[in-house]
């Protein structure tokens, strides 16, 4: 049996170095290799069986809803056995909860084990009288040895299992501070490793950096199956999670849930929170269809423009990305015949939402003219597509289910790509189909 081989790991970056030295060869940090102990390679006599596909096909279990009909949305439609689902988020979004309020949603037959390090159990306690929740066998561990909870989880037979928060845990196994490259990395595998060995399902948290990234290694969120982010707006009371990662369901799916007394209440019909429709009689508003994961959402894009008052005019943008802004001006100019050169240009997506697609393009546009010609659009009309370089219109995905959305919102005007016109449309809504740019700003004013 080979003996266990001793190493130098710095606790910084993670590299790995066979003797020890006052600075670190990778990232040039002073006093950061400590020593660790590498396993010694197994056996080449394993105890794991192969299985056969049917098998795997016949023993299939169904997905536990989580008591939130949007977090299951994000999770790919419902928890699956033996993943595990890192949260992100920062400070204070309310990430612990979230994962106390589906800890006690779950189903009744599934034991659930919450450990955590940050907390006392008395704040544990504390915090379920606040919101109301009702699970008295929810097992409670307030640990920051890794070893400890992973056994305790067998113990109790847990079939959920929530960290809160990784960054808290520490392995025996390795001298490094909880919260290192190092420690982050080896408890992430061998939460892995449980999780799949005994399917278990596992809830981690995890902290973010200044950038917004979760911190530690890359690798972590490679090594699980699902990364889900908080999106929140100090300014707004309503909060968004989006699936970064996920391989049991798609990746950009979006849940909304608002922050009551309570804890969080999901928002079944997101669209209504991001239609102001306050400022539909006023110059500069146009409602779009965007698409969020796996449905469509109705938003309302803002345009104001004003006189410039220095020689380098503004173009700022929030929602929406500010470079392409600056090439949809260029594009207006030149096929639209609209000069803004001398002009504040400022867009908006009300509610605090980021849209990452272009379907966005052809409504700032028409929101930008509408302001800067002061002239108000149709407050029940609605548009999307993307603008081309040669002023063209493109079609986008998904435009048939686009236009019924927004008919079941009553909107009874459309101006839509022309490829994304459908033979059939929905009764009670006019479908414009354009090609040019120029023909869309005619269609609209």
């Not at 009288?129 to 009702?134: A, D, H, K, Q, V």
């Not at 066998?137 to 959920?160: D, I, P, Y």
């Not at 239609?275 to 938003?299: C, D, I, K, N």
């Not at 003219?369 to 548009?383: A, K, L, P």
Request: charged share 20%.
């Amino acid at each position: 049996m080979p003996r266990a081989k001793t190493a130098y790991v710095c606790h910084d970056c993670g590299a790995h170095s066979v003797k020890w030295a006052g600075q670190c060869p990778e990232c040039a940090a002073w006093n950061t290799l400590t020593e660790t102990r590498v396993a010694a390679p197994s056996p080449l006599g394993s105890t794991t069986e192969v299985a056969t596909l049917s098998s795997v096909l016949d023993d299939l279990a169904d997905r536990y809803p989580t008591g939130f009909s949007e977090f299951d949305r994000v999770l790919g439609g419902g928890l699956v056995a033996g993943a595990v689902v890192l949260l992100g988020g920062d400070p204070g979004v309310g990430k612990s909860t979230l994962l106390q309020q589906v800890s006690a949603s779950l189903p009744a037959e599934l034991p659930v084990c919450y450990a955590t390090g940050e907390e006392s159990l008395q704040q544990i306690g504390q915090r379920a009288r606040r919101l109301g929740l009702e699970r008295p066998t929810l097992k409670l561990l307030a640990e920051t040895s890794l070893e400890v909870v992973l056994e305790q989880a067998s113990k109790t037979a847990a079939k959920v299992l929530v960290i809160d928060s990784m960054q808290t845990m520490a392995s025996g196994e390795l001298p490094s501070a909880p919260g290192s490259v190092v420690q982050l990395r080896h408890c992430v595998h061998r939460v892995v490793q449980f999780a799949k060995q005994k399917n278990v399902a596992v809830f981690i948290i995890g902290h973010v950096t200044k950038e917004g990234a979760i911190a530690g290694p890359r690798v972590v969120e490679h090594m699980v199956d699902t990364v889900l982010y908080f999106e929140s707006d100090p300014s707004s009371r309503y909060t968004m999670i989006r699936t970064v990662k996920n391989r049991f369901g798609a990746n950009g799916e979006m849940g909304v849930f608002a922050m009551t007394e309570r804890g969080f209440r999901e928002v079944t019909n997101p669209s209504a929170i991001f239609l102001s429709r306050e400022s539909a009689a006023e110059p500069g508003s146009v409602v779009s269809v965007a698409w969020e994961g796996s449905r469509p959402l109705l938003v309302e894009i803002q345009a104001l423009v004003a006189d410039g008052a220095s020689n380098y005019p503004k173009r700022l943008s929030q929602g929406v990305d500010q470079n392409r802004l600056s090439l949809l001006l260029a594009v207006l100019q030149r096929h639209g015949d609209v000069a803004l050169g001398s002009e504040d240009v400022f867009v908006n997506v009300v509610g605090g939402l980021r849209i990452a697609e272009t379907s966005v393009d052809l409504p700032s546009l028409l929101a930008i003219v509408s302001s800067f010609r002061d002239r108000t659009t149709d407050e029940r009309m609605i548009c999307f597509g993307e603008i081309g370089l040669a002023g063209e219109v493109r079609p986008v995905r998904f435009g048939e289910e686009r236009i019924a959305a927004a008919q079941k919102q009553g909107f009874t005007r459309a101006i839509v790509p022309r490829a994304n016109v459908p033979k059939n449309p929905p009764a009670g809504i006019d479908v414009v189909g354009v090609a040019k740019l120029q023909q869309a700003l005619d269609a609209t004013f």
